[in-house]
């Protein structure tokens, strides 16, 4: 096993990419790879997030050393996404649960935060119509798309299926098949037969369940925050 001097010398070099797969391994030796960890990820606090510092973050989260824990309640006590939100609502918990890689009980929060930017109505049925969707403010939807995406390695989030769903000429019939949502021509079943991890293909998340019709998640992908 390579020593954390070997390590940060490497990581300093690589690619993003490659960074990402570096973290774990440096985490991994302890504490003076955890160091390395804070000050790289304190020396990018002022920037926006992006995958390597959200890698960071879950890596110094998980590592939960006291040293580990001062330092993220001191500089980062909600994670490195900024949760803006237009409405006051609150996306602490859904922050914590993808830094742990939770993605089911993330993937039911955010299902819960769309239907509170929806409104009461929403709350109460616990489901969206899709002209709720054009009300949403771009601000939290931005939010919600940043948290999955930058906790996910870039491999979930709306923009993500967005950018799938373009490639494929829009064509919805595709994207179920190129995403993990319907297999051999029948819907995927929830919740056991979703992966709920990094190994599921790429845009497979969020789901949120009933987003498996055409004109919630085709409202979604229309929306304004995607031309901004």
Not at 118 to 140: H, M, Q
Not at 178 to 188: P, S, V
């Amino acid at each position: 096993m390579e020593d954390i001097s070997q390590l940060s010398q490497k990581f300093s070099l690589e690619s993003s990419l490659n960074q990402l797969k570096l973290i774990p391994q440096i985490s991994a030796t302890g504490e003076a790879g955890q160091e390395f960890l804070i000050e790289f990820l304190s020396s990018h606090l002022d920037e926006p997030p992006n995958l390597v510092t959200g890698k960071i973050y879950q890596a110094l989260y998980k590592a939960n050393t006291a040293r580990t824990q001062q330092f993220l309640q001191a500089k980062v006590p909600y994670g490195v996404v900024p949760l803006n939100s237009a409405r006051n609502i609150d996306y602490h918990h859904l922050q914590q649960l993808l830094a742990q890689q939770d993605f089911q009980g993330a993937d039911v929060l955010t299902l819960q935060k769309l239907c509170e930017l929806a409104g009461e109505s929403a709350i109460k049925r616990k489901w969206l119509y899709f002209t709720e969707v054009d009300n949403f403010p771009s601000t939290d939807l931005f939010t919600l798309d940043r948290l999955w995406f930058i906790y996910s390695e870039g491999k979930f989030g709306f923009s993500v299926q967005r950018k799938i769903w373009l490639s494929l000429g829009q064509d919805f019939s595709q994207l179920w098949y190129k995403i993990g949502w319907k297999i051999d021509n029948n819907w995927t079943r929830y919740p056991k037969e979703f992966t709920w991890d990094l190994s599921a293909p790429k845009g497979h998340l969020p789901l949120s369940n009933q987003l498996r019709g055409v004109r919630v998640i085709s409202s979604i992908f229309s929306h304004p925050v995607w031309s901004t």
